[in-house]
């Protein structure tokens, strides 16, 4: 009797958790800061993050970042109009759910992926090099030391449509 007991409490208890979590997110409490330090600077952007819950094609510039090995991943390569290629990133970033551009420009691209339930929120820049004919791209979590592959997923399916 007192173990049904304890199990309908623990139940119950887990459900108001769940309950509250879910509240907290759809409130815009998961959704963290927005970072300040975001952008292109000397052709380079941010580092990857200190926590496992980031991706960056330039995480190589970064040789002495301990993740680095974690965070590379290879940027999107196109080919024709550089133009042509960053408008077709924007339109298969805005088909996303959950995105959100914040700021575009001739070479640049910061978007914000909002996840549907709990309202975590990504951060990711994509940032166009003429001369090598690539995308270079970070995405980062905002909050949390992992992320469990949400970035990396992401943007290689993003690489797949692109390629498409």
Do not use: C
């Not at 600077?41 to 941010?46: A, C, M, N």
């Not at 929120?121 to 090598?132: C, G, K, S």
Request: hydrophobic residues 45%; positive net charge; proline residues 4%.
């Amino acid at each position: 009797m007192v173990r049904k007991k304890l199990v309908t409490w623990l139940f119950f208890g887990l459900l108001v958790l769940a309950a509250a979590v879910f509240a907290a997110g759809r409130g815009g409490l998961l959704a963290g800061k927005e970072p300040t330090d975001l952008g292109v600077k000397d052709g380079r952007l941010k580092p990857p993050s200190l926590a496992e819950n980031s991706v960056s094609s330039q995480a190589g510039l970064y040789p002495e970042h301990p993740k680095r090995a974690y965070a590379e991943i290879a940027p999107l390569i196109w080919t024709g109009e550089a133009a042509a290629a960053l408008d077709r990133l924007r339109r298969l970033v805005e088909a996303t759910e959950g995105s959100r551009i914040v700021r575009s420009g001739p070479n640049y691209l910061y978007v914000q992926f909002r996840t549907r339930w709990l309202g975590f929120v990504d951060d990711a820049e994509f940032l166009l090099d003429r001369n090598a004919g690539v995308i270079h791209v970070r995405s980062a979590s905002r909050i949390g030391r992992k992320d469990f592959g949400v970035n990396r997923a992401r943007i290689e399916a993003i690489r797949a449509r692109f390629r498409a």
